[in-house]
């Protein structure tokens, strides 16, 4: 029978110093560097770092598994959360403090998306997050028209805000999640259910994006 064995130490070891570095570069020139320049920032060899990651998009992959499980270590913070809300709004805070933290981390989940579509590894916070919701619900302070899946997307959402500079970064993800937890909370649904209302929102949104980008300038039809 065979298994998965662990990397060798130094394996383990240089993988980790290229992630370090391939996060170093993002803060400068975004995704877009050579796997020469992660070699030469991560103070390795081209052939080693090569022999790590083939591609480039071997290197993003990596980089969403690290995310990936920075995620999934946020919900062991949370066992000892004293109620519902405290889970669902802790989760939050954490997902976006971790963002914040590691700007890359957004970046490569959205160019995963288009490498590796079938990709569904954040599909496993869906289960974790909804005992916390769950038990909001019940206790009466998390809207009930709620899932852990508009929180995943909230979190994913917010995650924009890591093209600006610290301190901005925080201070505007800050802000924009104070308004959205208020949204969240149970007495907002007697402003209207969500999904009473996501259909008119998709049909108002449809045809806002096929008007004329030109209406109402002051120079059409010149």
Do not use: C, K
């Amino acid at each position: 029978m065979s298994s998965t064995r662990a990397p060798r130490p130094e394996i383990a070891r240089s993988r980790h110093q290229l992630l370090d570095a391939a996060e170093r570069l993002f803060e400068v020139s975004g995704l877009e560097f050579s796997l020469n320049e992660l070699a030469h920032e991560a103070d390795l060899g081209v052939a080693t770092t090569y022999r790590r990651f083939p591609s480039h998009d071997d290197v993003v992959r990596a980089i969403h598994v690290r995310a990936h499980d920075a995620f999934i270590a946020i919900f062991d913070q949370l066992e000892d959360a004293p109620d519902g809300w405290s889970g669902v709004v802790g989760y939050l805070e954490r997902a976006v403090a971790t963002n914040n933290a590691h700007p890359i981390f957004p970046a490569a989940a959205r160019r995963m998306a288009r490498i590796d579509p079938s990709n569904t590894a954040g599909a496993e916070l869906e289960p974790l997050l909804n005992a916390h919701v769950a038990r909001a619900q019940d206790e009466g302070t998390l809207r009930l028209d709620v899932t852990s899946v508009d929180l995943v997307s909230l979190m994913s959402q917010l995650g924009v805000l890591t093209v600006l500079p610290e301190p901005v970064r925080t201070a505007m993800s800050a802000r924009q999640l104070r308004i959205a937890v208020a949204g969240l909370r149970a007495e907002a649904q007697l402003w209207g259910d969500l999904g009473d209302v996501a259909i008119e929102d998709m049909t108002r949104l449809q045809a806002l994006a096929v008007e004329s980008p030109s209406s109402g300038r002051l120079d059409e039809g010149q």
